[in-house]
Nanobody
């Protein structure tokens, strides 16, 4: 079983920046992918950015390309999401995700609120 603990959310003005962190612990498989998803009330959870272990290959939602950067430190089993030029529409609960051949698991979520 893998546990995920997120941190770094908060309140920021439009145009500002935040960095989210997610630390994975437990039975971590060498080859995995981690990522960030977000959800607002009444909407489905959507992918924001993902990154693989082995190649470091990244994938971004179109809405965040050029503004958000995902990175990871494999030695620390930690994934980061640097969010720049934040917009009010980025307001959501952000969830860390881990996936390997056994399936997915999720963090508890961290609130990001962007004021206009």
């Amino acid at each position: 079983q893998v546990q995920l603990v997120e941190s770094g959310g908060g309140l920021v003005q439009a145009g500002g920046s935040l960095r989210l962190s997610c630390v994975a612990s437990g039975d971590i498989f060498s080859f995995n992918a981690m990522g960030w998803y977000r959800q607002t009330p009444g909407k489905q959870r959507e992918m924001v950015a993902t990154i693989t272990t082995r190649s470091g290959s990244t994938n971004y939602a179109d809405s965040v390309k050029g503004r958000f950067t995902i990175s990871r430190d494999n030695a620390k089993n930690t994934v980061y999401l640097q969010m720049n030029s934040l917009k009010p529409e980025d307001t959501a609960v952000y969830y860390c995700n881990y996936v390997d051949y056994r399936g997915h698991c999720w963090g508890q979520g961290t609130q990001v609120t962007v004021s206009s």
